[in-house]
């Protein structure tokens, strides 16, 4: 299939660097010098906030705590965005992976519609900031599309369309003639949830503009400071750094997702959390006339378990870890790709869109995520650890989720409660 060389991630194309952090819309962001050179913000007094790790965990809680006054220290052991945030698909979705008839099955009408509205509220929240804020980051709301490869699918969709209408969101079912009419390049779809609402963008970019909007509040942003020890209790936190720094703190926020076992003392995020890695690939650009042919949609299929989109003129295509041995659980290295998974993805793309897939892969990449046993974040303070909170843990969905969870962190923090239904299911005593 390939029928061009590897050249961009070859040795003239620097290792498996994701396109997000290569384009030329990075390239025009507010700070270009950010991933030139670290920031390294001084911090002087003790914060009131001390936030480890700057993924859109991290900076969204700068960005709320800062917003409200409150004094903040992000610490990021390499670059904003350098880990998941700045390695996914940048898929803004409603809802999470699972259709919505599932969700329902798992937890129930009242707690699955909390669920949806947490995630709704994020999503008007995070695309308002990027308009209202003029957040350079290609930011896309033209919909998104659910598709099905088989009848036994088609049919949960269809159920989730009614579901969701019931509602009132604006959703539809496309039938197999409705997507072929779509997506005139695709093949093997035999339907689809079209949501009107949902977006792409490119997320290193959003993170690195959100923090950029962070520090104009006053948050004190350090990169290259890797945290290794935590000392203290609350209200007189002493964080450690690789870089000889101390940084000390009232409350502290672990957002350093798959990596925040390493830095808890009392044991229990090693206990809920587990890393597991996705991976992506990028296509050569395409010629104008595929281009025109394929809309401007967060798109996926199988359960959400392969996803893709344009970014100007190429492809991006995720997913296929669960067609390989181990399903790529455990793994915390995202310097490497899979083989295996690569060969599976550039399958579907030749089985689904024969005409994209002529273009051949020009890069691939993967991103550590962290995971929990219900598939929901953990979003609270951490039991047995008075002024410590978790903001990590978004599975395959921290877009969905981030934006809303770091307000709901700033909300328990100051008034130790939330007025958001569903952030009693984030809690992470739920696991104590
Ligand atoms: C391939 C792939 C595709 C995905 N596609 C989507 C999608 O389309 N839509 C969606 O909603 N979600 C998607 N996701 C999931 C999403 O990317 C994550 O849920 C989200 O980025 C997690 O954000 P985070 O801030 O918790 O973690 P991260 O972005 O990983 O941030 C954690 C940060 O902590 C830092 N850190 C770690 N240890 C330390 C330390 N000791 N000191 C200081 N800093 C430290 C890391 O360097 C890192 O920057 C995808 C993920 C992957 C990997």
């Known amino acids: 299939m390939k029928d061009s060389p590897d050249i961009e991630n070859g040795a003239q194309g620097g290792g498996h660097v994701p396109l997000w952090q290569r384009t030329p819309a990075n390239d025009t962001s507010n700070d270009r010098a950010l991933r030139d050179r670290a920031l390294r913000d001084t911090v002087e007094q003790t914060v009131d906030i001390a936030i480890l790790g700057g993924g859109v965990a991290g900076t969204s809680c700068a960005y709320h705590a800062a917003s409200r006054g409150l004094s903040v220290a992000l610490l990021e052991a390499r670059h904003l965005a350098a880990r998941a945030s700045g390695r996914n698909d940048g898929q ?13 099955g798992q937890w129930g009408a009242r707690d699955a519609e909390a669920l949806w509205n947490f995630i709704d509220d994020n999503h008007e929240g995070m695309l308002a900031v990027i308009e209202e804020q003029s957040l350079a980051c290609a930011a896309t709301r033209r919909g998104g ?16 369309t009614e579901l969701l209408a019931d509602m009132g969101v604006p959703a539809r079912y496309l039938d197999a003639s409705e997507v072929a009419e779509a997506l005139p390049l695709s093949r093997g779809f035999v339907g689809g949830l079209f949501l009107e609402r ?12 959100l923090a950029m909007r962070a520090r104009d509040r006053g948050a004190r942003v350090r990169e290259a400071c890797t945290v290794t020890a935590i000392e203290g209790d609350a209200g007189g936190f002493r964080i450690r750094c690789a870089d000889e720094s101390e940084i000390e703190a009232t409350v502290l926020v672990h ?26 690939l990028a296509t050569h650009p395409l010629p104008a006339e595929v281009c025109r042919a ?21 492809l991006t295509l995720g997913g296929m870890r669960w067609a390989v041995p181990g399903e790529e659980t455990g793994i915390v290295d995202d310097s490497t790709v899979h083989d295996g998974v690569t060969a599976r993805l550039e399958g579907w793309l030749e089985a689904h869109f024969p005409a994209i897939a ?6 691939s990449w993967t991103g550590i995520m962290a995971g929990t046993r219900d598939g929901l974040p953990l979003v609270g303070g951490i039991p047995g650890r008075p002024g410590e909170y978790a903001c990590a843990a978004f599975n395959g969905y921290g877009m969905s989720f981030a934006f809303a969870a770091g307000a709901t962190i700033v909300d328990l923090i100051e008034s130790g409660r939330s007025e958001r239904p569903a952030a009693t299911m984030f809690r992470p005593s739920r696991f104590a």
Request: proline share 6%.
């Open 145 to 160: 599309l659910r598709l099905a490869e088989a009848e036994p699918e088609a049919a949960e969709l269809r159920e989730s």
């Open 358 to 363: 002529r273009a051949g892969t020009a890069m």
């Open 198 to 209: 949902e977006a792409i963008f490119d997320p290193f970019a959003f993170v690195n503009e």
């Open 92 to 104: 803004i979705l409603l809802g999470l992976g699972e259709h919505y008839n599932r969700l329902i």
């Open 294 to 314: 394929m809309p401007p949609w967060a798109m996926s299929s199988n359960f959400c378990y392969e996803y893709f989109r344009m970014h100007e003129d190429r």
């Open 255 to 280: 957002a350093t997702s798959a990596l925040a076992p390493e830095l808890d003392r009392s044991g229990f995020l090693g206990r809920t959390i587990f890393p597991f890695r996705g991976q992506i």
